[in-house]
Nanobody, 112 residues
């Protein structure tokens, strides 16, 4: 059973940056990994993911501002978030979608 644990959320001012981290158990190297987010009153949405062949995909709303990366030696996946906006406020989840695994989520709040 894959276990995922996120960290790195918090409160940041508009225009600021945060880096989210997620550590995974198991044979991480083979996992497709993704970050989702869910804002209050909204559906959970894809933010970024490593697709087949290690290509990356981003939601249009975060392109050019967010970067997903991974370190297979450390079983880690990261989400670097720059130029944050209030509309980025949400709970962010790390997921290994093929394995059906989700982390517990980490809150990101962008506010002055």
């Amino acid at each position: 059973q894959v276990q995922l644990v996120e960290s790195g959320g918090g409160l940041v001012q508009p225009g600021g940056s945060l880096r989210l981290s997620c550590v995974a158990s198991g044979t991480f190297r083979s996992y497709v990994m993704a970050w989702y987010r869910q804002a209050p009153g909204k559906q959970r949405e894809l933010v970024a993911r490593f697709g087949p062949g290690s290509g990356t995909n981003y939601a249009d709303s975060v392109k050019g501002r967010f970067t997903i990366s991974r370190d297979n030696a450390k079983n880690m996946v990261y989400l670097q978030m720059n130029s944050l906006k209030p509309e980025d406020t949400a709970v962010y989840y790390c997921t290994a979608p093929v394995q059906g695994a989700w982390g517990q989520g980490t809150q990101v709040t962008v506010s002055s």
